[in-house]
């Protein structure tokens, strides 16, 4: 039976750095528990050669905590009602310990993370270099207030500020980038005077209070009142939206949408600034606050605009009063590939960058990046960050800088990232219901649909089942649109192409057992 299972799964699943799988009894048990990969018979009737995931020589240590069954229950009974009802899967993946690009759940069983924490381990989980630079931290002092000066927050803020270009030298720090983005806000009110804030349709710009309003997905709104001042113009989205074309976006992969435009032009952005023009005559002030946007929308599936369509909206929201600002909480530190920041690859220059999730590689960080005259207008009274900015943040965020650098993780992000998009682009071109790849870099988004004419979204029933045998085939990946229809590929900086092709693989036989089982 070992000899039967090896050769289907692969040694890797059956070695030393995988115990749950090297049990008769649990490979039993996993194949009598319902589900893709189950048979009544692996003999009489075998299951398909599934994809061998990479090796890896890290072994998790044994896990000896609580039961699932415990978990569960004080899950659904003393955590937050949300926790439950955000947790992934069917069969919740119960984690024990992360290396790298790799997750261990509590049965040792191995996962290819491509989600990262909601696209948050950027340099990968207990990354060596970044947790020997906490250990050293926490051994000398782990927290203190900049009430005091402490050398930590100071070499940080000049190395972070070192990356950006010139006016964007005065940095504040928070512990989230919802909380940076309400400090955006504030801050954009209190330097043009203005009240009125615009973001684009689709947009996830965090979940406190202000930025819920920032926000344009129902899913993340409650009936009270929080969008106040709040507008959102229509997202550009050349795929699923109005307009769209063949060469629009800055990707490896353009869109199915064909169109007649001349080299250099983009009929499809000019409608859409068409329609930002018209929010400006109808929905607005004559003077605004700001405008927000995400280089490429995370949460709202990787959605990308057309190449010019930032850099024109730019120069509108400028005339009237408002400041622009970039919304780097997913895109930053290199995960796009070509850039460190993904306004960079719309040709821009904005007045403020918001950023956190891979600032510090999972640890509670955020910060706001702006001029010294913004930050001036700030300076009138008095706003104290407890935590923002502590030593020991400090300390994580500057390694997680180092090893991007160091370990060349960027071109790593552009290199690995073409690779994936290319072959996700051979997986469209064959299934009926993937349409559209898009993205750059690491910032991946696959859309599904009920088929390529009518764009219809693929139902949630049957992105579960996708989403539910990628995972029992040792892949984690994320879930995103305004209708759940796009899969999200976020992983940590260093996965590589042997990875991408397992979970090419995976992804290329999860669609196919959907599609034969329909």
């Known amino acids: 039976m070992h000899k039967i299972c090896s050769r289907l799964y692969g040694p890797s699943l059956f070695g030393k750095t995988d115990p749950w799988w090297s049990s008769l009894d649990a490979y039993v048990k996993f194949h009598n528990c319902g589900g893709v990969l189950c048979q009544k018979s692996a003999v009489k009737h075998p299951p398909p050669v599934l994809p061998q995931i990479p090796p890896c020589d890290f072994k998790p240590e044994p896990y000896q905590g609580m039961s699932k069954d ?27 310990q992360g290396h790298m690009q790799w997750l261990w759940d509590v049965d040792g069983r191995r996962y290819l993370d491509l989600f990262a924490g909601v696209a948050t381990v950027s340099v990968g989980h207990c990354n060596p270099k970044v947790t020997e630079a906490a250990e050293k931290q926490l051994r000398r002092l782990w927290h203190t207030t900049p009430i005091y000066v402490y050398p930590q927050i100071q070499e940080y803020a000049e190395k972070l500020t070192s990356l950006l270009p010139d006016p964007l030298k005065v940095v504040c720090f928070t512990n989230s980038g919802s909380e940076a983005n309400d400090l955006a806000v504030l801050m954009a009110r209190l330097h043009t005077g203005n009240f ?20 344009s997905n129902a899913e993340y709104k409650y009936p ?23 060469h629009c976006r800055d990707s490896p992969v353009q869109t199915i949408r064909e169109c007649s435009c ?23 002030p004559h003077r605004i606050a700001a405008f927000f946007a995400e280089p490429i929308q995370g949460v709202g599936g990787a959605v990308q605009f057309p190449k010019n369509y930032l850099k024109e909206t730019y120069q509108l929201v400028r005339e009237k009063g408002g400041i622009c600002i970039a919304d780097e909480v997913q895109t930053g530190f290199g995960r796009t590939g070509s850039h460190f920041w993904g306004f960079q690859g719309h040709d821009v220059l904005p007045d403020m960058v918001t950023m956190a999730k891979g600032i510090a590689n999972g640890f509670p960080m955020g910060a706001l990046v702006t001029t010294a005259e913004i930050a001036r207008s700030f300076a009138k009274g008095v706003h104290f960050n407890t935590f923002g900015g502590n030593p020991l943040a400090c300390a994580v965020a500057s390694s997680v800088i180092d090893t991007i650098k160091e370990d060349r993780m960027q071109e790593n992000s552009a290199e690995v990232g073409t690779y994936l998009l290319t072959g996700l682009a051979k997986l469209r071109d064959k299934y009926e219901i993937i349409g559209d790849v898009r993205g750059k870099g690491l910032q991946i988004g696959v859309e599904m649909v009920k088929d390529k004419v009518s764009r219809d979204p693929l139902p949630c029933e049957a992105m579960a089942e996708i989403f539910e045998d990628t995972k029992d085939m040792g892949v984690l990946i994320g879930k995103g649109g305004l209708y759940g229809q796009t899969f999200r590929i976020k992983s940590p900086m260093c996965i590589t192409k042997d990875d991408a092709d397992f979970f090419l693989s995976v992804f290329d036989q999860a669609v196919q057992n959907y599609i034969e089982r329909r």
């Open 196 to 215: 009125d804030v615009i973001t684009l349709r689709g947009s996830y710009h965090g979940g406190s209070p202000q930025a819920t309003g920032l926000t």
């Open 224 to 246: 009270i009142p929080s969008s106040m001042g709040c507008h959102n113009t229509m997202c550009p989205d050349v795929f699923r939206g109005l307009w769209g074309g063949s």
């Open 70 to 96: 415990r978990l569960l229950d004080i899950r659904r009974n003393n955590c937050n009602p949300m926790t439950m009802k955000i947790t992934y899967y069917k069969k919740p993946v119960f984690i024990n």
């Open 262 to 284: 001349s080299p250099g032009h983009c009929q499809a952005n000019d409608m859409y600034i068409s329609e930002l023009k018209e929010m400006f005559t109808t929905t607005v």
